[in-house]
C-alpha cells in the first residue's frame, strides 16, 4: 500500500480523506507515496524550504520541497535546473492536506531528462488505474506467455467461484512442487474443463 502511485495533479485534487490513514483516489486506491509529472509555474526559494508551483494539463499543486544543511554541489544543481519556470519536472513525494489544501511535499525533485517522461508518465496513470479496476490474475501459473488459446482472464461458469479458485489454487500448489516449471496452463485447463 505503500508504493509510488503515478497520479495527475487532478486526482490529487480530487482525493478524500481516508481517516487517520491519509487520502483515497476516487477509485479507491491510498494515496501514500505519488508521483507526478508537471511544468514548473513559480518557484520560491525560501532558507528551510522551496515551493514549486507545478501544472501537468489537469490542474495546479503546490510541491513543497525541505532543504537539507547537507545538500551536495549536485543536489544543488539538479534544484537550479528544476527550479527554472516552464521546465518539467518529475516529482517524487507525499500528498499532505493543511486547511482544506493539498500540498505535495517532496522526496524528488528533478528535471525530465526527454519529452518522452511525459508521455510515459500518463501512460502509467492510465495503466495504474484500469489495473486497480481488473481482478487479479493467479499466480504461479508458469513463466512466459499463456499457452495459445488460453490468454484469455480464468473465467468461473459455476456461482461459487470462491471454491472454484481455492480448488485451482490448490492444483497450482501441488503441481508447483513436482517440476521446475510449476503447473502448466495447459494442464490446468484439461484438469478443470467445466470452468
Same mark, same amino acid.
Given at each position: ?14 482525493? +478524500?480523506?481516508?481517516?487517520?490513514? *491519509?487520502? !483515497?483516489?476516487?477509485?479507491?486506491? /491510498?494515496?501514500?507515496? &505519488? ?58 513525494? +507525499?500528498?499532505?492536506?493543511?486547511? *482544506?489544501? !493539498?500540498?505535495?511535499?517532496?522526496? /524528488?525533485?528533478?528535471? &525530465? ?83
Amino acid at each position: 500500500e505503500q508504493t509510488i502511485q503515478p497520479v495527475t495533479i487532478s486526482m490529487i485534487l480530487k482525493a +478524500q480523506p481516508d481517516g487517520d490513514s *491519509g487520502l !483515497k483516489l476516487q477509485d479507491g486506491r /491510498s494515496l501514500y507515496h &505519488i508521483k507526478i509529472v508537471g511544468a514548473v509555474r513559480t518557484f520560491e526559494d525560501y532558507s528551510t524550504n522551496c515551493v514549486y508551483t507545478i501544472e501537468d494539463g489537469t490542474g495546479l499543486v503546490d510541491v513543497k520541497q525541505w532543504s537539507d544543511v547537507n545538500d551536495n554541489a549536485a543536489q544543488t544543481e539538479i534544484r537550479q535546473k528544476a527550479s527554472k519556470e516552464h521546465s518539467y519536472v518529475v516529482v517524487i513525494g +507525499q500528498v499532505k492536506e493543511f486547511d *482544506g489544501k !493539498k500540498t505535495v511535499v517532496a522526496d /524528488s525533485v528533478r528535471p &525530465i531528462s526527454t519529452g518522452n517522461q511525459i508521455t510515459h508518465h500518463m501512460l502509467e496513470v492510465v495503466y495504474t488505474g484500469e489495473r486497480h479496476k481488473r481482478p487479479v490474475a493467479p499466480q504461479g501459473i508458469g513463466f512466459g506467455s499463456p499457452a495459445p488459446g488460453y490468454g484469455a482472464p480464468l473465467q468461473m461458469n459455476n456461482n461459487n467461484n470462491t471454491e472454484s479458485k481455492m480448488l485451482v489454487l490448490e492444483y497450482i500448489q501441488a503441481e508447483s512442487g513436482k517440476s521446475e516449471v510449476g503447473a502448466q496452463i495447459h494442464n490446468i485447463a484439461a484438469r478443470f474443463p467445466q470452468m
